[in-house]
């Protein structure tokens, strides 16, 4: 059996505490330093991004999301203690936790802390693929030569430097592929380091419900409840050829997943199809001037996503919802890719005049997508707006502004409708 340390990062024999440092924060595994699969996820990231910045919240039940009539993103441990959830109802959250501070997401702090952790994983492999700001997997196959230490090694000193030098905490799961990688790494959180070996692959997966498997929502977890498939064992007592009947693709990839297979690869260039932020009002509106600052405010959130990942969109789309949830949606292929809020707001703009008057609306949302690198973007002037080329370079100047002195250091007008 083999172990390590989590703070010290000693390599020692199972104790229950280090022999060098005293912490109780041991990991023993018999695979422990063989496995090199692995999935890093921050622990409740905005949450922690907010406590961090503002050490008056630390013990306090923090919410990040819209008003009432919006959805929960992000829940801190103290207020999920209480039973709030991702993607929870505002109003249904408030009612279990009712003395919880609710906070607007601020995306750019977000994805800043974001890159920085992506910088950390790139430090220790370049097979990275990012899930999302706060998730990735990694390949450490082959890297222990290089750093000297085994991966088990390198994932404990990562999440020490995320604590140590950016204040936020993140959980590690460890296995031999993706999919096990990914259920290990929320066994234990927050601030978990879960090991899944291939020894023991098929005894830890048989009593486990099949709403473990990452994309299995309410209604393929329906459908699977309709064939009586409820756990992994349940699975087992089933042929490909029947899942695959059953199933689809979907029944191909659950007779793998049943036996804990998994070969896809960690891809550090899985591309990203579109970037999109919308929101949920309070109460539904047809206000012109109501979905205007909106509207800004999304292009914005759309445009720092954007630059984070360095990348520009050829389509900007708008979406609507009405209050009966019918749902408009409007694009537009631009002549030159763009990365630029005020480009993104204005075409939304001029897609939302077009809309016309068919409200009240309880969401609007806009993105961008046919995404191509930021070199792509924002080439060629606009023979129809000659001022546009100002405006974006007004924009770049107040990025570097805001990098510099903070997100509300300068706020268009129109923002603060």
Known sequence: MQALCRDCLSQILPARRCPHCSSPRIKAHEELFSLTIAHMDCDAFYASVE???????????????????????????VARIRGVRSAMPMFQALKLCPDAVVIKPRMSAYVEVSRE??????????????????????????????????????????????????GVTGSIGLSHNKFLAKVASDLDKPRGFSVIGKAETDDFLRAKPVRLIWGI?????????????????????WDREAL????????????????????RRVSAHAPVKSISNETTFFEDTASLEVL?????????????????????????????????????TRRVTLRSPTQIADRIYRTARSLLDQVGNEGPYRLLGC????????????????????????????????DAIRKRFGEGAILKGRALR
């Open 292 to 328: 205007d600052g909106h509207l800004w405010r999304l292009a914005e959130k759309v445009s720092d996503r954007a630059k984070a990942k360095e990348l520009a969109g050829r389509v900007v789309t708008l979406k609507l919802k009405r209050a009966n949830h019918s749902a408009l």
């Open 51 to 77: 406590k961090r910045d503002n050490p008056e919240l630390a013990t306090k039940p923090v919410i990040i999301g819209g008003g009432k009539r919006g959805v929960v993103s992000t829940a801190c441990y």
């Open 367 to 398: 993105g961008i997508s046919d995404l191509v690198p930021e070199s792509q973007a924002d080439e060629s002037g606009d023979l129809l707006d000659p001022q546009a080329g100002k405006r974006a370079e007004a924009e770049r100047a107040t």
């Open 217 to 237: 929502g309410p209604a393929a977890q329906a459908s699977l409840d309709k064939a009586g498939i409820r756990t992994f064992s349940d699975l087992l007592r």
């Open 244 to 263: 695959h009947s059953r199933f689809g693709s979907m029944g191909d990839r659950l007779w793998h997943l049943a036996r804990g297979q998994d070969r």
């Open 117 to 166: 952790i992506r910088k950390m994983m790139n430090e220790l492999t370049p097979d990275v693929e990012p899930l999302s700001l706060d998730e990735a997997f990694m390949d450490l196959t082959g890297t222990e030569k290089l750093h000297g230490a085994p991966p088990a090694v390198m994932l404990a000193r990562l999440v020490k430097r995320m604590k140590d030098e950016l």
